[in-house]
């Protein structure tokens, strides 16, 4: 009996440590290394901010803004990397735009088109009206500031882009067009 108990406790420790040994190393998986490689482009270093597997898309967050990368299905290497999109300058240009800002980015190459953008929290709902009522992803980066994104399988984009932000009531509160 006292063998047993013995030979239990040992599984035991070995049990937790191969569980400490896979939690504590170091990890570096393929998104990662898609930011370090985007880093290089952005010249400052970046991490993952967002994920979004369906449409391949890793967000690489440094201090100046965000980077959409396309990448293909394993996640391992960059096919490209759009414009950033910088926190200050939509900071800056508030007055100027109001409440969103977006911007267009296409890859003729990969016949793919993304209209992405920042919104402050007090937009709760998009709706892009140049693509048949879109209502875009988002994801929350920081007090006040979200991330929107729609992605197309195609090159082409409605020009201009026409797009509606909703309060939280369904209120219009801005309705804009570049």
């Known amino acids: ?4 108990k013995r030979l239990f406790a040992i599984l035991s420790l070995a049990f937790i440590a191969i569980i400490l040994f896979m939690v504590l190393r170091p990890t570096t998986n393929s998104e990662e290394g898609i930011c370090a490689q985007a880093s290089k482009q952005l010249e400052a270093p970046s991490k993952v901010r967002f994920i979004d597997y369906s449409s391949k898309l890793v967000f690489c967050e440094s201090k100046s803004g965000i980077m959409p990368v ?28 109001g409440l969103i ?16 953008g920042f919104a402050n929290d007090e937009v709760k709902s998009i709706i892009i009206n140049s693509e048949d009522g879109v209502q875009p992803n ?6 006040n500031l979200w991330f929107w994104y729609f992605t197309f399988d195609e090159e082409k984009v409605n020009m201009p882009v026409e797009v509606t932000a909703f309060d939280e009531e369904g209120n219009i509160i801005s309705e804009e067009e570049e």
């Open 70 to 97: 396309l990448t293909e299905k394993e996640f391992t290497k960059i096919r490209k990397a759009f414009h950033e999109l910088d926190f200050q300058e939509f900071k800056e240009e508030k007055v100027e735009r």
């Open 138 to 143: 988002r994801f929350f980066i920081r007090d």
């Open 1 to 4: 009996m006292n063998k047993n």
């Open 101 to 116: 800002s977006w911007q267009v980015d296409k890859d003729l190459k990969e016949k793919f088109s993304m209209i992405s």
